[in-house]
């Protein structure tokens, strides 16, 4: 299981960073990306915190990759901020896509699927010509495990498919009820509408971290 999704207490997170990922070794993850919520106000904190997690790397069967998730960036704003979290050493970039469960500002997914970017996460009622662009940019789209976010996950994966767009899936992880285990990121998969072959290669032949 590979997750590059999940939050810390350093943004809306329930869990310091090792906790989390001693949580998710436990689950047999292989990597997690630690992605806390970031705008212009807060990401040298973050990513300058959460890099300092690699320690746990010395002692820990798991990969620890170090990142952030763009939240709620007015889209004009979204590929300068990306490009900065990059020279500050992320190692991923998530956009906080626009979920119907949250008033995300129009325009998002676009700005995101061209910019500097490895996943829009939860993108929502994604557009067939977003999803082309998630194609053309090699950008992941993300089928999510998390509540309220996931009600488009038949939707994104429906349009992913058709543009040839890749898939990832993530849990978005705030709490240590929301890691879950290879055979449910399958199950969820699935439940979007992917064939069980196609749901393990999603989970499985991982199009970022190999």
């Known amino acids: 299981m590979i997750d590059l999704h999940t939050h810390t207490t350093f943004s809306d997170g329930e869990?310091?960073?090792?906790?989390?990922?001693?949580?998710?070794?436990?689950?047999?993850?292989?990597?997690?990306?630690?992605?806390?919520?970031?705008?212009?106000?807060?990401?040298?904190?973050?990513?300058?915190?959460?890099?300092?997690?690699h320690y746990l790397e010395e002692v820990l069967d798991i990969r620890i990759i170090v990142g952030a998730e763009l939240t709620h960036v007015p889209p004009p704003r979204i590929a300068p901020l990306a490009a900065l979290a990059r020279r500050l050493g992320a190692e991923i970039v998530v956009v906080h896509?626009?979920?119907?469960?949250?008033?995300?500002?129009?325009?998002?997914?676009?700005?995101?699927?061209?910019?500097?970017?490895d996943i829009l996460?939860?993108?929502?009622?994604?557009?067939?010509?977003?999803?082309?662009?998630?194609?053309?940019?090699?950008?992941?789209?993300?089928?999510?495990?998390?509540?309220?976010?996931?009600?488009?996950?038949?939707h994104v994966a429906r349009l992913a498919r058709l543009a040839g767009a890749k898939m990832v899936v993530n849990t978005d992880s705030h709490a240590p009820r929301d890691l879950i285990s290879r055979e449910r990121a399958v199950e969820i998969a699935m439940g979007a509408g992917l064939s069980l072959e196609e749901a393990r290669d999603v989970v499985d032949k991982h199009p970022i971290i190999h």
């Open 15 to 53: 869990l310091i960073p090792s906790e989390l990922v001693r949580r998710a070794e436990v689950l047999g993850y292989k990597a997690i990306g630690i992605t806390d919520h970031a705008d212009y106000t807060n990401i040298e904190h973050i990513i300058s915190c959460v890099s300092k997690a």
């Open 121 to 154: 996460a939860h993108p929502g009622f994604i557009t067939l010509e977003e999803a082309q662009l998630a194609h053309d940019n090699d950008i992941c789209l993300e089928i999510t495990s998390r509540s309220g976010h996931n009600i488009t996950n038949g």
């Open 97 to 117: 896509g626009e979920s119907p469960v949250e008033p995300v500002r129009p325009g998002t997914n676009r700005a995101a699927l061209e910019a500097d970017v």
